[in-house]
Every structure is written in C-alpha cells, then in structure tokens.
C-alpha cells in the first residue's frame, strides 16, 4: 500500500446521513467502530446480506488502530451514508464475472454522490479468482474511475493473511498521512 499526502488534520471528520444535518450518525447510516471522535483515517465497505465483506472489516480490528469504519447501507430504502472526512472503500465485486456489473450499485449510488466520492483515497476490493479477468473488477473500476489507487485485493472472505496485510497497510497509509489532500482533481461518476 502506498501512501499519499493527508487533508487537514486539523478539520474534524464527520459522517452524516443525507436527511440530517448532523454528524453523528443516524439509523440506517452506517456506525463508527471508533467511539471517539478522533481518529486516524476510515474505511468505508459494501457488504451483501452475505455479510463476508462486513466480517473480514470486523477481523481486521481497526478500531484497534484508530481507524473508524462505516457501512453503505445495503437497501435503496435505507437513508444514504454521507462521509466527509478521507477514506479507503473496501468493495466486493458483483458479477459472477461480468465485468459491467462488477460494481455493487448501493456503492455506485454512494460514490455518483459528488460530495461522498470526494473524500475516496484509495480502494481494496475482494472477488473470485474463478471469475479470471473478472477478478477483483469493482476496485480496479473504482479505482480508475475515481483515480486513486487500488491498494490490495483479496479473494472472497480473504485469509489471516489478507486480514494481516489489510491491517498493517491500513496503519501505514493513514500513519503516513495516507489521506489526500481535500483539494484533489475531481473525480467521475462511477457507472
């Protein structure tokens, strides 16, 4: 995982919902891990009803690092997630090796949110080398879309190994001031 300059540590990150003006999030929007209001960076992921991208978020511990993670809301009924502070998405890919449906649309619909797509730093994605090419789609097409980069991959639920991998180069991006700045050249819808 590489590292890029950080925003304004200073400015306090928030997360709100779409309905709400507040920063604290409401039902529907995704919790914080961290229940302080500071902290070091954050993750943002998808997970389907299967809940493996939620539980390979919960093995990676990052709270533990000071790392607080939100969840894009799984039903279009559900209030949007609003993020507004620098993060790294973590996606599963859709498909069954259709590179065009690849990208979850509860993500697509979170990042064609301009204000949300701002705060993207980078992208890990999970998926299934069965699908060959396919493998992984969603973080190389966020990835491009949004230009940042795609900081790792992993297959299906990852392994300890993944989990390993994920935590240390989490704790390195975010350490290394691995948030860009706020000022970034926009970035384009994700279709």
Not at 97 to 123: H, M, Y
Not at 137 to 145: C, N, P
Not at 147 to 162: A, C, Q, R, Y
Not at 168 to 191: I, S
Request: charged content about 20%.
């Amino acid at each position: 995982m590489s590292a890029i300059a950080r925003a304004d540590a200073a400015e306090p990150a928030t997360v709100a919902t779409k309905q709400s003006s507040s920063t604290v999030p409401t039902a529907g929007a995704a919790e914080p891990a961290e229940s302080s209001s500071h902290h070091v960076g954050a993750v943002v992921y998808f997970s389907s009803a299967s809940e493996n991208t939620a539980r390979f978020v919960e093995h990676c511990r990052l709270n533990e690092l000071g790392i607080a993670s939100y969840r894009i809301p799984l039903r279009p009924g559900d209030e949007p997630l609003a993020v507004h502070e620098p993060y790294v998405l973590i996606v599963p890919t859709y498909g069954g090796g259709v590179v065009s449906k690849a990208v979850p649309p509860q993500v697509k619909r979170f990042l064609n949110d301009p204000d949300n797509r701002a705060w993207i730093r980078g992208v890990i994605a999970s998926g299934n080398t069965n699908f060959g090419e396919a493998y992984a789609a969603a973080g190389r097409i966020v990835s491009a879309k949004c230009k940042v980069p795609l900081l790792f991959t992993f297959e299906l639920m990852g392994t300890p190994e993944d989990v390993r991998k994920t935590r240390e180069g989490l704790a390195r991006f975010f350490a290394a001031d691995g948030a860009a700045t706020a000022d970034q050249a926009p970035v384009a819808p994700v279709a």
